[in-house]
């Protein structure tokens, strides 16, 4: 880290110098305007005014294992990638190439971008940061709630479409996850990301990320719960049809 001097310039007026190298590498020169933003934790971000994040481009090549690849290709979402391409060798088969998209869909902000026979290109849709994380923590919160207190009715008289719904709120659940991680996951690369999710430090993230794991975990444990009592409802009507015919 380089240490500057602060200089006063006039009566309420302070300059301090950039870096030579800094200037040069943004293609800045004399009159030029930057962005200075406060951070929270007291320090400052000074932005070109017309800095650009650069886009990151990831390529998966597609394994035989389509599973493998449906891991890797969570990963770079979480990640932080803004484009995605899956690519074959070979014309991607009918069945994988739906198992692909039908993951894609159920991933936040992510969509298909251009899509051949031999690839499909995903691109990012949401601005990092846009979206309050305490807004997606209280989504999964009301969710989890409603399918712990729908298994106790489940529990106490069976009902099927009632345990359906609670498996497909675990899917949206899932999908809130993922997004909190990678907002999260770029907060901690990017401070003005960081600074839009309202965290003044990399500490804040840590148990944000263990609380929104621990609740996801309560909300597969209800779906573990709803799948076993209907596989119980169901030994029980197989008992009762036996017994009807003996």
Do not use: H
Request: glycine share 4%; charged share 30%; hydrophobic share 40%.
């Amino acid at each position: 880290m380089e240490i500057r001097k602060i200089q006063k310039t006039g009566g309420s007026s302070y300059a301090i110098s950039l870096p030579k190298r800094w200037i040069e590498l943004n293609n800045l020169k004399n009159g030029d305007s930057l962005g200075i933003l406060e951070n929270k934790d007291g320090t400052l971000s000074i932005v070109p005014e017309n800095y650009k994040k650069e886009k990151k481009l990831c390529k998966i090549e597609l394994n035989e294992n389509i599973n493998l690849t449906k891991r890797i290709l969570i990963t770079k979402y979480l990640q932080g990638y803004d484009t995605i391409k899956v690519y074959s060798k070979n014309p991607i088969e009918a069945s994988k190439r739906k198992e692909i998209v039908s993951l894609i869909q159920n991933l936040i902000g992510i969509e298909i971008f251009e899509e051949r026979a031999d690839e499909i290109v995903f691109s990012s849709l949401i601005e990092f940061g846009s979206t309050p994380l305490g807004k997606v923590k209280n989504r999964i919160i009301n969710l989890t709630s409603s399918m712990l207190e729908d298994t106790i009715k489940l529990n106490e008289k069976f009902d099927k479409s009632l345990a359906e719904n609670i498996i497909q709120r675990d899917n949206e659940v899932d999908k809130l996850y993922f997004f909190a991680v990678r907002e999260i996951s770029e907060a901690s690369r990017n401070s003005n990301v960081a600074r839009k999710l309202e965290f003044r430090n990399n500490f804040e993230m840590i148990p944000n990320l263990i609380a929104i794991k621990n609740i996801e975990r309560i909300a597969d444990y209800a779906v573990l719960i709803a799948k076993d009592i209907m596989e119980l409802d169901a030994s029980s009507e197989k008992i009762k049809r036996e017994g009807d015919l003996i």
